[in-house]
């Protein structure tokens, strides 16, 4: 460290070990700063991170393996705080948390050929905070007309195992890094490691790996890694919004891991749990991490988040302590899932702050407006359908929902993501389109067109329904 050679480092002994917590006694009259890493001088491949202090002690997340830690066993501080490498040099590579290539391909060049940042950073001051009314367009027909997405915001895609969230992630971060040139952050948080070998294949297939840093902390990391992954993940983005002035794009899969992982390290450390057995300082984690993925007049962080939620309860403590600081949260259903219907969204219970006039325009709105009515309606009618079918119905109610119905089918695409599993070709259909197609299907010009046409199709004109 250039300048800083008068620095005495601190230094200690391993007292304990409880998992992925070692408790360090410190044996100098400095104590190590707080997030400072810690290692050995004879195994530099240890790395503790310090959590918190005591009047002689300090606490350390230990972030590689505890089975090499030992009572006695001497430590020294390091004088820094975790750092990634960042920038244009990791464009298109796989790495850990300590910025180590997992891609089998050539090492990250160290310092001064790759800039490297700390993990850590403050949330940027509100007067440099810059919103707009611009949506970004993803080519997702059901996204793009009931929760359109606003460039730099934060949106949600929640849902239970197996109902699609990472297609659906993969998918968006496909089409909207094709559209533009803008570079994509991907954090793997706790999943599985399958599926981050998919996504690496799949990105590389598609064309767009040379614009995307993916990043894994995965479910076989002790759970010390996968609380840190996310920041690690935030601070590449960061540097692109900062440093570089670009628009950038985060991939969270999962943030809900990322929430679990801090409950394992809460209860480690032996702290008074909260609601649901969560940590007391759930959100407070949450929102640090929330507050750097901002738009400033850099440029615009627009993050996307999958939302893991436990045995498909919605209401559980850490799902809705996520969801209150979204902008858009885009609810997958089983239910429709297991009808064959892609995506599977919720078209009830997903929000999007951006429902206005002054997001939408004129004509969108108007058709987002009579569609929600009818939906509604369709709801109702389909109680009574279930139960003395659909021939017992008013014309006039027959005519409205078998209108809502095709609009419902419209609003599923194949997925350039699923091509090998489904065989369809995946389709990508611009935000005007989309609200033409269905302002057609609404005023009953198509009202002679079977409903099953309509299904899994991109524009009505390339399926020649028009």
Do not use: W
């Given at each position: 460290?250039?300048?800083q050679?008068t620095i005495?480092?601190?230094?200690?002994?391993?007292?304990?070990?409880?998992?992925?917590?070692?408790?360090?006694e410190?044996?100098?009259d400095?104590f190590?700063?707080?997030?400072e890493?810690?290692?050995?001088?004879?195994?530099?491949k240890?790395i503790?991170?310090v959590?918190s202090?005591?009047?002689d002690s300090?606490?350390?997340?230990?972030?590689?393996?505890?089975?090499?830690?030992f009572?006695g066993?001497?430590?020294?501080g390091?004088?820094?705080?975790l750092?990634?490498?960042?920038g244009k040099?990791?464009?298109?590579?796989?790495?850990?948390?300590?910025g180590i290539a997992?891609?089998?391909g050539?090492?990250i060049?160290?310092?001064?050929?790759?800039?490297?940042?700390?993990?850590?950073?403050?949330?940027?001051?509100?007067?440099?905070?810059?919103?707009?009314?611009?949506?970004l367009?993803?080519?997702?027909?059901?996204?793009d007309?009931?929760?359109?997405i606003?460039?730099?915001?934060?949106?949600g895609?929640?849902?239970?195992a197996?109902?699609g969230?990472?297609?659906?992630l993969?998918?968006?971060?496909?089409?909207?890094?094709?559209?533009?040139?803008?570079y994509?952050?991907?954090?793997?948080?706790?999943?599985?490691?399958?599926?981050g070998?998919?996504?690496?294949?799949?990105?590389?297939?598609?064309?767009?790996?040379?614009?995307?840093?993916?990043?894994?902390?995965?479910?076989?990391?002790?759970a010390a890694?996968?609380y840190?992954v996310a920041?690690?993940?935030a601070?590449?983005?960061?540097?692109?919004?900062?440093?570089?002035?670009?628009?950038?794009?985060?991939?969270i899969?999962?943030?809900?891991?990322?929430?679990?992982?801090?409950?394992?390290?809460?209860?480690?450390?032996?702290?008074?749990p909260?609601?649901?057995?969560?940590?007391?300082?759930?959100?407070?984690?949450i929102?640090?991490?929330?507050?750097?993925l901002?738009?400033?007049?850099?440029?615009?962080?627009?993050s996307?988040?999958?939302?893991?939620?436990?045995?498909d309860?919605?209401?559980?403590?850490g799902?809705?302590?996520?969801?209150?600081?979204?902008?858009?949260?885009i609810?997958l259903?089983?239910?429709?899932?297991?009808k064959?219907?892609?995506?599977?969204?919720?078209?009830?219970?997903?929000?999007s702050?951006?429902?206005?006039?002054?997001?939408?325009?004129e004509?969108?709105?108007?058709?987002?407006?009579?569609?929600?009515?009818?939906l509604?309606n369709y709801n109702?009618?389909?109680?009574?359908v279930?139960?003395?079918?659909e021939?017992?119905l008013?014309?006039?109610?027959?005519?409205?929902?078998n209108?809502?119905?095709k609009?419902?089918?419209?609003?599923?695409?194949p997925?350039?993501?699923t091509?090998?599993?489904?065989?369809?070709?995946g389709v990508?259909?611009?935000?005007d389109t989309?609200?033409?197609?269905?302002?057609m299907?609404?005023?009953g010009?198509?009202?002679?067109?079977?409903?099953?046409?309509?299904?899994?199709?991109?524009?009505?004109a390339?399926?020649k329904?028009?």
């Amino acid at each position: 460290m250039t300048g800083q050679n008068t620095i005495i480092q601190s230094k200690g002994v391993v007292r304990s070990v409880n998992g992925q917590i070692a408790e360090v006694e410190i044996e100098t009259d400095n104590f190590p700063n707080l997030y400072e890493i810690l290692t050995c001088p004879q195994d530099p491949k240890i790395i503790m991170e310090v959590f918190s202090e005591d009047k002689d002690s300090i606490l350390c997340l230990v972030l590689s393996s505890p089975d090499k830690l030992f009572r006695g066993m001497e430590v020294v501080g390091t004088g820094t705080d975790l750092k990634v490498p960042v920038g244009k040099a990791v464009l298109g590579r796989v790495i850990d948390l300590f910025g180590i290539a997992r891609d089998k391909g050539k090492p990250i060049p160290p310092p001064p050929q790759t800039d490297r940042v700390s993990i850590y950073s403050k949330a940027p001051s509100l007067n440099i905070v810059k919103t707009g009314y611009e949506l970004l367009q993803t080519g997702i027909k059901a996204i793009d007309f009931l929760t359109p997405i606003q460039r730099g915001g934060k949106v949600g895609f929640v849902g239970g195992a197996g109902v699609g969230k990472t297609i659906l992630l993969t998918e968006l971060l496909h089409n909207i890094t094709q559209q533009k040139e803008v570079y994509s952050i991907f954090a793997g948080v706790g999943e599985r490691i399958r599926e981050g070998q998919e996504l690496y294949q799949r990105l590389g297939e598609s064309g767009v790996l040379n614009k995307t840093i993916i990043i894994l902390g995965q479910m076989n990391e002790n759970a010390a890694v996968r609380y840190r992954v996310a920041l690690a993940a935030a601070a590449q983005a960061e540097y692109f919004r900062d440093v570089a002035k670009t628009d950038v794009l985060f991939f969270i899969d999962n943030i809900f891991r990322f929430v679990q992982a801090g409950a394992e390290v809460a209860t480690l450390l032996g702290t008074i749990p909260s609601e649901q057995a969560y940590q007391a300082t759930l959100q407070t984690e949450i929102s640090s991490l929330e507050d750097r993925l901002i738009p400033t007049e850099n440029g615009t962080i627009t993050s996307f988040q999958n939302i893991y939620v436990p045995a498909d309860e919605i209401t559980d403590a850490g799902v809705s302590a996520i969801m209150s600081l979204l902008d858009t949260s885009i609810v997958l259903s089983r239910s429709v899932a297991q009808k064959g219907m892609y995506p599977p969204i919720d078209l009830l219970q997903s929000t999007s702050a951006t429902l206005t006039k002054a997001f939408l325009g004129e004509e969108h709105f108007k058709a987002l407006t009579q569609f929600q009515q009818l939906l509604a309606n369709y709801n109702q009618l389909s109680h009574i359908v279930a139960i003395v079918g659909e021939s017992e119905l008013s014309p006039e109610n027959r005519t409205l929902y078998n209108r809502t119905k095709k609009i419902i089918n419209y609003l599923t695409q194949p997925f350039f993501m699923t091509e090998t599993q489904s065989g369809k070709k995946g389709v990508s259909v611009p935000k005007d389109t989309t609200v033409k197609d269905i302002v057609m299907i609404l005023s009953g010009s198509l009202d002679n067109i079977p409903t099953d046409k309509f299904m899994n199709i991109g524009s009505l004109a390339d399926a020649k329904i028009t």
